[in-house]
C-alpha cells in the first residue's frame, strides 16, 4: 500500500511538473515571439506530454477565438484536422513580419511539414485590451487555411 502511495505522489508530480512547462500569456512577450511560441510547441507537439503543444498553441488564442475553435476538445480535433495537421510535429517554419500597429500583428508564416510539403499561412495577433489576466497580451485572432507551395524537393 505505501508504494502505491509514493507511486501516486510521484505520477501527479510529473503531471504537475508537465503542464507548468507551457508558457503563459504575458504583457512582456511580443507579437512574433507569441506566434514563435506556438509553432514550437506544434513543432513538438508531444514533447512534454501528449498534445501538449497544441495546448500551448490553445494558451495563447484570443478568447475570441476560443468561443469560435470551443473548448479545448475541439481545437485539437480541429489541428489535428484535414485543414491543419500539417502544423503537427512539422520539420521547420519561418516567420516574416507583414504589418504590426499598436493593437494587431500580421505574419507570414511557412511551414515544411514532415512530408517535406511547404505551406503558407497568414497569422495575426492582437493585443487584448479588456480587463483580467490577460490585459495587454498579445493573442492569436486568426490563422488562415494553408496555401500550399510544393515540395521541398
Not at 33 to 43: D, R
Not at 90 to 98: G, K, N, R
Not at 120 to 140: A, H, I, P, R, Y
Amino acid at each position: 500500500m505505501r508504494n502505491i502511495f509514493k507511486i501516486l505522489i510521484l505520477l501527479l508530480a510529473t503531471i504537475s511538473f508537465s503542464n507548468a512547462e507551457l508558457l503563459n500569456p504575458n504583457s512582456s512577450i511580443a507579437p512574433k515571439e507569441v506566434v514563435k511560441i506556438q509553432l514550437s510547441g506544434l513543432q513538438q507537439n508531444d514533447l512534454e506530454y501528449k498534445d501538449s503543444g497544441i495546448e500551448q498553441t490553445w494558451n495563447f488564442a484570443h478568447p475570441n477565438n476560443k468561443k469560435v475553435t470551443g473548448p479545448l476538445n475541439n481545437f485539437k480535433r480541429m489541428i489535428k484536422g484535414a485543414s491543419y495537421q500539417m502544423m503537427i510535429d512539422h520539420l521547420s517554419h519561418t516567420i516574416t513580419e507583414v504589418g504590426i500597429s499598436n493593437k494587431s500583428a500580421q505574419f507570414e508564416v511557412i511551414i515544411l511539414d514532415k512530408n517535406k510539403i511547404y505551406h503558407k499561412f497568414n497569422w495575426q495577433v492582437e493585443k487584448f485590451t479588456s480587463e483580467g489576466s490577460l490585459k495587454d497580451c498579445w493573442l492569436t485572432t486568426m490563422v488562415s487555411s494553408p496555401i500550399p507551395l510544393g515540395s521541398s524537393i
